[in-house]
């Protein structure tokens, strides 16, 4: 079993920053691709940025060029650092792991930008 731990959520005004972290732990051989995905009240969840055990990323265009996705394979760590926040960024954040065959989801984190 993997376990995936978030930090880093919590409220901030707009143009602010905020920095998400997800440790993963447990029986992990090999983590592959580390994400992150969002749901905002009323939508559906979207994927925010993701990025592979190689350090190939991909945004969604909402956030390019003001997210920035990074992890550290020793440490089975993603960070996921938010800059120039907006309030349509409000919404749970989810970190999302991929472990040999079988795909993990966090409890997310709450975001809050006020305008």
């Known amino acids: 079993q993997v376990q995936l731990v978030e930090s880093g959520g919590g409220l901030v005004q707009a143009g602010g920053s905020l920095r998400l972290s997800c440790a993963a732990s447990?029986?992990?051989?090999?983590?592959?691709?580390m994400g992150w995905y969002r749901q905002a009240p009323g939508k559906q969840r979207e994927l925010v940025a993701r990025?592979?055990?190689?350090?190939?990323?991909n945004y969604a265009d909402s956030v390019q060029g003001r997210f920035t996705i990074s992890r550290d394979n020793a440490k089975n760590t993603v960070i996921l650092q938010m800059n120039r926040l907006k309030p349509e960024d409000t919404a749970v954040y989810y970190c999302?792991?991929?472990?040999?065959?079988?795909?993990?989801w966090g409890q997310g984190t709450q975001v809050t930008v006020s305008s």
């Open positions: 990025i592979t055990r190689g350090g190939t990323t």
């Open positions: 447990g029986s992990i051989f090999t983590v592959n691709a």
């Open positions: 999302n792991v991929d472990v040999l065959l079988s795909n993990y």
